[in-house]
């Protein structure tokens, strides 16, 4: 039987799995086989959030450790693909980076637009996702206030890697 040692989320962040007891194992395993045979995005939520809860409990940690649990962690992403597969909800683009970027780092849209030298005309249209901005003006723009574009590897609908050699 191969076991699997890392898994991939919609984001391409890999989690190593290498570190999980046998039950951990166990219970990612649960989660994986769960989300594809129940695909309703509710169900499975209500199952999942249940589930995790109950099998760290037992274990003495409390709500927000269980949070940051690796089995917690593939349960909602897995919950995330099946909410995607369901169209209700879709993945985020750059336009949601920018316009985090311009909500926790500057006062106003008007100060982003004359810091990054883009009209706030042009920035109301990309937000709204009226218009595109091209990635030589997106680049010189970021550039102008301390960023740069980074090219991620797109989500994979595999949501493991099965260990090779």
């Known amino acids: 039987m191969k076991q699997t040692d890392i898994y991939v989320d919609l984001e391409g962040q890999e989690i190593c799995l290498l570190h999980?007891?046998?039950q951990e194992r166990k219970l990612v395993t649960r989660i994986l086989r769960r989300a594809r045979s129940h695909p309703d995005w509710n169900g499975f939520d209500n199952w999942w959030t249940a589930a995790v809860a109950?099998?760290?409990k037992a274990r003495g940690l409390n709500r927000r450790a269980v949070q940051r649990t690796v089995p917690w962690r593939i349960a909602k992403d897995q919950s995330s693909r099946l909410a995607l597969a369901a169209g209700l909800?879709?993945?985020g683009d750059y336009r949601d980076e920018l316009e985090e970027l311009v909500r926790m780092s500057f006062a106003s849209r008007r100060d982003f637009c004359q810091a990054s030298g883009l009209s706030e005309d042009m920035l109301s249209h990309v937000l709204a996702g009226?218009?595109?901005l091209s990635l030589a003006k997106l680049t010189a723009a970021l550039e102008r206030i301390g960023y740069r574009l980074r090219i991620l590897p797109a989500p994979r609908q595999v949501a493991t890697r099965k260990?090779?050699?």
């Open 130 to 132: 009226r218009k595109d």
């Open 54 to 56: 109950e099998f760290y």
């Open 89 to 91: 909800a879709r993945l």
């Open 20 to 22: 999980l007891d046998p």
């Open 163 to 165: 260990q090779t050699g």
